[in-house]
T-cell receptor
């Protein structure tokens, strides 16, 4: 079975500062890993996805994540936060891109 | 190229009633999955349809049922509504047989259901 743990239900960073959202996963088979973003009253938008190959994955809006098998982690980073990054972020895992198991989410607040 | 569309956007029902939510997948996609997102929670997988059959199911009671039509669109039905069914219901579409997905899931904007 797969599961995802997101550390921190709320994270606040100053505009221009580094964004780091933490995610640890559990999977009995090689996982597919995702980060999704959800803006208020909207659906989910895929930020980036890891399947196989290069462990550093670049996504949209300047976000990237690194798959670390030894640490079972898939943390999301962005070098410089922008006010428009304020949203809910979900880490997720699946097997072969099938049903997706989501974490509980981290709400990112950007301080002016 | 239209993405995933869902209707209605909002819905208010009372306990015990039945509701039907609709989803049209992204053009070219043939697999539809449904998720329930309660307030303050991550989405939870309800079930997945491919070739008009339910292929996978999450931990949801039989009150939750679905259907997929030949044009790949899908419906989610919930019977005997409970207050706890209030949530955002998300539809996602993808391409390929479950377990051999060829293109990742794209999510629709969701239907927000309120049960009073």
């Amino acid at each position: 079975a797969q599961s995802v743990t997101q550390l921190g239900s709320h994270v606040s960073v100053s505009e221009g500062a580094l964004v780091l959202l933490r995610c640890n996963y559990s999977s009995s088979v090689p996982p597919y890993l995702f980060w999704y973003v959800q803006y208020p009253n909207q659906g989910l938008q895929l930020l980036l996805k890891y399947t196989t190959g290069a462990t550093l994955v670049k996504g949209i809006n300047g976000f990237e994540a690194e798959f670390k098998k030894s640490e079972t982690s898939f943390h999301l980073t962005k070098p410089s936060a922008h006010m428009s990054d304020a949203a809910e972020y979900f880490c997720a895992v699946s097997v072969r891109d099938d049903k997706i198991i989501f974490g509980k989410g981290t709400r990112l607040h950007i301080l002016p | 190229d239209a993405g995933v569309t869902q209707s209605p956007t909002h819905l208010i029902k009372t306990r015990g009633q039945q509701v039907t939510l609709r989803c049209s997948p992204k053009s070219g996609h043939d697999t539809v999955s449904w998720y329930q997102q309660a307030l303050g929670q991550g989405p939870q997988f309800i079930f997945q349809y491919y070739e008009e059959e339910e292929r996978q199911r999450g931990n949801f009671p039989d009150r939750f049922s679905g259907h997929q039509f030949p044009n790949y669109s899908s419906e989610l039905n919930v019977n005997a509504l409970l207050l706890g069914d209030s949530a955002l219901y998300l539809c996602a579409s993808s391409l390929g047989y479950p377990g051999q997905i060829k293109e990742t899931q794209y999510f629709g904007p969701g239907t927000r259901l309120l049960v009073l």
